[in-house]
């Protein structure tokens, strides 16, 4: 009879094994879109991020500057003149022509430009100029950075997600077998290692699941901080506006 009992009881555990535990529509990671799309998208959020936009704006004061620079020679002219006031008071309609002064001109003008000013203004000019260029190409190398940091986490993160839902299966199954292998060791079916074992194996695979838990945790605070988001609220936005369309 209890020969029986125990071939039940193993095949009750066997059937839990076969069983997959159903999960809900948050852990599939946004099954109906695509792996390519999703990573745009988070590309796109995270060129939005105040990250990318601090060099952005370093970029168009340097554009400025250098636009500023092309035109700085004006402010490098000086314009002066003077009066022959002695001219002016003598050239009076009622002044003998033959008694007016003879001191001309009555008045000049004249325009100052420091020698240096054509050689030193195209030199800052250039110089503002590739400075200009170099913050241009610092943004397009961190648009690059940011994607290759998106594509990775991501892929990290959907791996870690995947894991977890098997490592809750897994330790579903362990679970079951630790209870059925108490119940057992109540009926003194098994000796008390057999049963330690079961409980060991368990506690072994619910490390496994916090670990794995928390590289998800982890990997998603990356996404975060790159997109300015949660990530599950930029997933159900995802999936918000693919059902619209």
Known sequence: MKVCIAFLFLFIALQGFSQVTPRSSSDTLGAELKPDSIVERLVAMAYE????????HNAVSAEYEWRRSKT???????????VNEV?????NANTDPL????????????????????????????AN???YEAMVDQVNVEKQTIRREIQVAYDNYALSK????????????????RKSQEERFR????SLEAYLASNKAFNNERVKRLNIQHDVTVLAAQLEQLIGMRIEDALRQMRAEGARR
Not at 99 to 126: A, D
Request: no cysteine.
């Open 162 to 177: 995947q894991l977890l839902i098997l490592q809750d299966e897994v330790l579903s199954d362990a679970e079951l077998l």
């Open 129 to 131: 100029y590739h400075r």
């Open 99 to 126: 008694k007016q002064s003879t001191q001309y001109p009555r008045y000049n003008v004249g325009v100052v430009l420091p020698l240096g000013i054509f050689i030193n203004n195209g030199k800052t000019t250039k």
């Open 72 to 82: 700085a020679i004006l402010n490098n002219i000086t314009i002066a003149g003077n």
């Open 87 to 91: 001219s002016l008071k003598q050239s």
């Open 49 to 56: 991020n105040s990250r990318l936009s601090a060099i952005e």
């Open 187 to 190: 009926n003194e079916e098994i």
